[in-house]
Every structure is written in C-alpha cells, then in structure tokens.
C-alpha cells in the first residue's frame, strides 16, 4: 500500500531562484484562488500535497489551507523553502490551519552553498524555520518505524536535493540535522545532472547516520538495485512515485513489477551500474516487507 498524495499547484512564485527549480529564469505568477479551489475540488486521493512555487506566500494561502481542510482529506502535506515559518505566530497559525506533514527543502548545512544554489539569501530563514517546526509536538520519530509519518499528527520531511555542488554533504546534513531533528530526511537524488553513482557511499554513511542520530532517512531517485545494503530507505516503496523508464537489463529483474524505473536523464550514467535482482535473496526480501504494509 503506497501513500498517494494529490498535487495542488498554486503557481511559481517563490522567494527563492533555486538552480534546479523547473521555473529558474521564468516569469513567475500565482493561480488566481477560485483556480486552486477548483482543483482541489477535483481530488479523488485522500492526501494532497500543496506546492508551487512557494505556497506561504501565496496572498490566499490560509484560504486555501482552510478550504482544503474543509474537504476532509486525510493529510495536508505542504511543500516549501519553509522561510516564512522563520515566523513563529505564521507557523502555528498553518499548523492550526490543518498542515499536517511540512516538506522542507534543505540544499546544504553551510550557508554560501545553500544560498548559492536557492539563489537568494534564505540559509538563516529556513534554519530559523526548522528550529521553530522542532517545536511541532511529536515530530520527533522512532528510527525504526518505516514510514513515521504515518504514525504522527504533525511531521516534518527535510528534503535534501542532490546537486554536483552539495553531493558530498550528505553526511554533515545527517549530523546537522540533529539540530532540529526532523520526522525524517530525504536525500533527493531525482534531478541530479552529474553522474552520482561515485558519490553513493557519502549517501549510505548519510543514512547509517541519520538512523544512529535517532532520525530515519530515506533515499529518492535511485533505482533499488543501487542502494546496496541500504534498499528498504527508497522511498519509493513507500509513497507513489511517477514512473521513470526502464533499460534492456530491467527485462530480467524480479523486482521490475514494483520498480519505479529510472529517472529522467540518468539512464545514461546508470546503464553500466544497475544490477538486476534475483527472484531469491533481496528481491523476495522487498517484497516480503511490501506485502507487509497491507
Ligand atoms: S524553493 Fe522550490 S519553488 Fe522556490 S525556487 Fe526553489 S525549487 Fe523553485
Ligand atoms: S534492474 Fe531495473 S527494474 Fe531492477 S531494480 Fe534496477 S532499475 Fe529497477
């Protein structure tokens, strides 16, 4: 059983310029309110996930909160740079409001390569954001529950997008991230444009770490055959994930019917490293734990 949340996109304005962001160099604008209301009014999912953009400083956003809650979805997980909660009164409201899950984008622990790849001076707004979503009640996890945030009201998912610049930061992210201990982290590999199949052992120390600092972590973008050791933290076998494609070797793969594929764009590097699965072993191991969830 997947977590599936619904996106609602309420337009690319944002506060931050990221490098990998889809709306890097565009005219951004926000979706009028009665647009956003249609959509949401639309959803056959029981969760949503709110994006942009940066949704917190959409002019309607605590409308658009409350108009969600009105709906009864089960969670309302909100996608953000999380700056806005570097105010505290601003936070609270939203979590009253009815945001249950909060998806914070962390691009480093050090200040001039957060700042340089968001493009904007966000590094001391964001941290001031996740030292107050530490004051959440119960977003503290237990490292070996699966999917904690299944378990708890209000959660907090610090996501870490993989770039070239920050790749071998993973590891002091995990040790940073004690400071506002997060539900759990993500190391986002999905848009990465460098060939990161090298950098995977400062990914596996990342989250052999973040297990012993009391945190769970998972990875995201790659394939399970790559995650040596460390396969049951894809995320991907935990919530929906679109599909990526999938290369000749995959033909022979006994975990090809539940992979999400490969990314787009990394085929390429990926090619020589991904290793099919056999019916015995690893693959009947995912399995098992999948079915488990049911
Ligand atoms: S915070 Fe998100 S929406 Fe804003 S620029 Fe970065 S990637 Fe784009
Ligand atoms: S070999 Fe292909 S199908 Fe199998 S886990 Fe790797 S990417 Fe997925």
Redesign the pocket.
């Known amino acids: 059983m997947f977590l599936e949340y619904a996106p609602i996109f309420v337009g690319s304005a944002?506060n931050?310029?990221?490098l990998?962001?889809p709306?890097?160099g565009t005219e951004r604008s926000f979706r009028p309110f009665e647009e956003i209301k249609k959509d949401i009014d639309a959803v056959k999912a029981k969760n949503i996930v709110i994006s942009?953009?940066?949704p917190t400083i959409h002019p309607d956003f605590f409308k658009i909160i409350d108009y969600a809650n009105s709906k009864g979805f089960k969670r309302i997980k909100l996608r953000t740079?999380a700056r806005m909660f570097a105010y505290k009164e601003f936070l609270w409201k939203a979590i009253h409001k009815g945001v249950e899950m909060f998806d914070v984008?962390l691009l480093s622990n050090k200040e001039k390569t957060h700042n340089f790849l968001?493009q904007a001076d966000s590094f001391r707004q964001t941290m001031r954001g996740l030292e107050n979503l530490k004051e959440i009640p119960n977003a503290k996890t237990n490292p070996k529950a699966p999917l904690p945030l299944l378990e708890f009201k209000a959660a907090v998912q610090v996501t870490m997008p993989i770039f070239k610049e920050n790749s071998s930061q993973a590891l002091s992210v995990a040790n940073f991230a004690t400071r506002f201990m997060p539900t759990y982290l993500l190391f986002d590999f999905g848009k990465a444009s460098f060939d990161f199949t090298k950098n995977l052992g400062f990914l596996f120390q990342a989250l052999d770490k973040s297990t012993d600092n009391g945190f769970w972590a998972m990875s995201a973008g790659i394939p399970v055959c790559l995650l040596g050791g460390f396969e049951e933290q894809a995320s991907e076998l935990y919530e929906k994930t679109p599909a990526g494609c999938f290369l000749e070797k995959c033909g022979v793969c006994a975990f090809k019917p539940h992979c999400t594929g490969i990314r787009q764009g990394h085929s390429e590097y990926l090619k020589k490293h991904i290793a099919p699965l056999k019916p015995e072993g690893k693959a009947s191991r995912l399995l098992d734990m999948m079915d488990g969830f049911e």
Do not use: A, I, Q, Y
């Open positions: 944002c931050n310029n990221c990998d962001c709306f890097h942009g953009g940066e740079n984008r968001s």
